[in-house]
């Protein structure tokens, strides 16, 4: 059965991811969810998925926006167009998406089945239920516009979908998993993503048993026309200030991630000790699991530190996720937010994990092992380590952009030369 599993609130973002990002997104985000399914199974892969934090950490390690709502899009998109290919051997789909997309999920679900041989009419109608309940039986001010369904070949499942409230300008995804949902209407949620922003309807609180059957009695009893005309007659019910407050729902120790509104990234959004463990990590193992990469002039040692926070994110347990932007420090961002997308640097990145999955597959666990070292080291060194502080990061990151051939929707970052160096050079 299914479950809501968790749930964020993010700013919402316009514009579109540019194909040559989309592009590298697809490859590193297939070969990241065939590491984790090599070393942890496919039912992992699903529960990461339908983790809140974890998902948003996946998207930043990817270049995408660390904080916005666009981040859902891209890795459902990513994730779609890379795992097509490889559906009969990783044994996963991606139906659904945003817009037109979404509406062809059930069509998509029952096409997999026949494929797959699992019920693909039953998880088509699990999929407009689990989207009426978020809209309808959940009326918290954000209307859907997303429905990602991924499936497994054995039918087990995470659904993540999206809201947007244009008001607030925020949006709002919900995370649904296959494995522990007794009821689609009895907090099914495994997590749902957002500020506290006054009252809401919750039809999906069990506390609200009562209500769900009592409306059915007036449907079978009024009918439409009569369950108006009382509304009607009733008028605005008295608020009783004594009111007493109701005990916490369960669901409100479900995983629950609120992004700040601010682009820019800052100090407050990183944990520190955990940045310099990765950044630690990478200086100690790097000479010893990757010499080949470190003879590369300096993009051989900023790959390992992008590859130690990639190596999280396959390795880490969910607590080291609660700061999804620092993830974005390996690959930057599409806008240069915390720095520009290091291309070189990305390329490498994909070209190391796909080398060390191809490997993996022929039974050759060493290259993947290794990205599991650093993970294991950047633990053990995060309360010892030392390091810059996040500005100091980010503005190295910056100034040596052009370096690593940086790009953002911008444009390619260009090196900065003073007018004293511009007359020495001319000189």
């Not at 992992?44 to 709502?69: I, K, T, Y």
Request: aromatic share 6%.
């Amino acid at each position: 059965m299914t479950r809501r599993s968790g749930s964020a609130d993010l700013p919402l973002h316009g514009g579109t991811v540019p194909k040559w990002l989309a592009d590298r997104m697809t490859r590193l985000g297939v070969v990241i969810a065939q590491a984790v399914i090599h070393h942890y199974g496919r039912d992992e892969f699903l529960r990461r998925l339908s983790h809140p934090f974890w998902f948003q950490s996946f998207g930043a390690v990817m270049g995408m926006d660390w904080h916005s709502s666009g981040i859902t899009t891209s890795v459902l998109g990513a994730l779609k167009r890379g795992l097509a290919p490889l559906s009969g051997e990783l044994g996963l789909t991606v139906c659904g998406g945003r817009g037109k997309h979404s509406r062809r999920t059930p069509d998509e679900l029952v096409a997999a089945g026949d494929r797959a041989g699992f019920d693909g009419a039953a998880l088509a109608r699990a999929s407009r239920l689990i989207a009426k309940v978020d809209s309808a039986a959940v009326q918290d001010g954000f209307e859907l516009y997303l429905h990602g369904f991924v499936v497994a070949d054995d039918g087990r499942w995470v659904v993540v979908q999206q809201g947007m409230n244009g008001a607030r300008k925020q949006a709002r995804r919900y995370h649904w998993l296959s494995e522990g949902l007794k009821n689609f209407v009895d907090e099914p949620h495994a997590a749902i993503e957002g500020r506290a922003q006054g009252n809401i309807v919750n039809l999906t609180d069990r506390r609200a048993a009562a209500s769900r059957a009592k409306q059915l009695d007036l449907l079978a009893t009024l009918g439409p026309d009569g369950i108006t005309r009382e509304l009607a007659a009733i008028g605005e019910p008295d608020t009783a200030p004594s009111a007493r407050a109701a005990a916490p729902s369960p669901q409100a120790t479900l995983p629950f991630l609120v992004m700040p509104a601010h682009h820019d990234m800052r100090a407050s959004d990183i944990h520190l000790r955990r940045l310099h463990g990765n950044l630690a990590a990478a200086a100690e193992r790097g000479p010893a699991d990757f010499p080949e990469l470190l003879l590369t002039p300096g993009v051989g040692t900023r790959t390992v530190r992008a590859l130690a926070l990639v190596a999280e994110v396959v390795h880490g347990a969910s607590c080291r996720f609660a700061d999804p932007a620092r993830f974005s420090l390996a690959h930057g961002g599409k806008d240069r937010q915390p720095f520009p997308v290091p291309i070189k640097v990305y390329d490498e990145t994909i070209r190391v994990l796909k080398s060390a999955v191809q490997s993996a597959k022929l039974g050759q666990d060493e290259q993947l092992s290794a990205l599991q070292r650093l993970d294991r080291e950047a633990r053990r060194l995060k309360r010892a380590a030392t390091g810059p502080s996040v500005e100091a990061f980010i503005a190295h990151e910056r100034k040596t952009s052009p370096e690593y051939g940086g790009r953002s929707v911008f444009g390619w970052e260009r090196e900065v030369v003073s007018p004293a160096a511009a007359r020495s050079k001319a000189l």
